[in-house]
């Protein structure tokens, strides 16, 4: 089955820009995601790129999608505390409709 | 517009016990998913219902799990008999079709059941 690799865990300050990577393996993804999840909270989708993309920019959102190394990475400019969270990244399948996520990624921004 | 509503929130049982988790989408998505969700990991598919017939329940274990959307609209998801690895957040979602392309999906707020 799919396979989504996520690091656990990025600090940054506020400002900065974050990164966060995911590799996944099955080459026969659609669509890819990427969902933020607050404390207590259910998960919300941030942004989305179809996979014949290599990259999708959404205000201070950027997605890049490598298939050839199926890594996918998502760019967040001048990161805000409010921006401290669980990034997921989840690849769909089976047309879209079948979501594979990722161990997720803990951003914490400082001041 | 609503969003997809659980409850309860929270809930603990002891193991061996019965639990039951409901979830009502948003209104006119035919499309209804529970996952799984693990302190520490990402959320995992149970079961996908289209309107009220199952698409996709391979990684349900039925068991002990079961699910049901009686009615095209709501859905519960039981537990009988609990494991303490049951312990978890259960996320409902829901999508309003799946026959585009991109389906996004809405997610619940979850609701976390701790088996003692």
């Known amino acids: 089955g799919e396979d989504v690799e996520q690091s656990l865990f990025l600090s940054v300050r506020e400002g900065d820009s974050s990164v966060i990577n995911c590799t996944y393996t099955?080459?026969?993804?659609?669509?890819l995601y990427w969902y933020k999840q607050e404390p207590g909270a259910g998960l919300q989708l941030l942004t989305y790129?179809?996979?014949?993309?290599d990259m999708k920019q959404d205000q201070r959102l950027t997605v890049l999608l490598n298939k050839k190394d199926k890594h996918l990475s998502l760019r967040i400019a001048d990161t805000q505390t409010g921006d401290s969270a669980i990034y997921f990244c989840?690849?769909?399948?089976?047309?879209?409709?079948?979501?594979?996520f990722g161990t997720g990624t803990q951003l914490k921004v400082e001041l | 517009e609503a969003g997809v509503a659980q409850s309860p929130r929270y809930k603990i049982i002891e193991k061996r016990q019965s639990v039951a988790f409901w979830c009502n989408p948003i209104?006119?998505?035919?499309?209804l998913y529970w996952y799984q969700q693990i302190l520490g990991q990402g959320p995992k598919l149970l079961i996908q219902?289209?309107?009220?017939?199952?698409?996709?329940d391979s990684q349900l274990p039925k068991d002990r799990f079961s699910a049901e959307r009686l009615k095209g609209v709501d859905s519960t998801l039981k537990i009988q008999p609990a494991k303490l690895e049951d312990s978890a957040v259960y996320l409902c979602?829901?999508?309003?079709?799946?026959?585009?392309?991109?389906?996004?999906?809405?997610f619940g707020p979850g609701t976390r059941l701790t088996v003692l």
């Open positions: 979602a829901s999508s309003p079709s799946p026959t585009v392309l991109y389906n996004e999906q809405f």
């Open positions: 099955d080459s026969s993804s659609t669509y």
């Open positions: 790129i179809f996979s014949n993309m």
């Open positions: 989840a690849v769909g399948t089976g047309g879209g409709n079948k979501l594979t």
């Open positions: 209104s006119g998505h035919a499309t």
């Open positions: 219902f289209q309107n009220n017939g199952v698409v996709d």
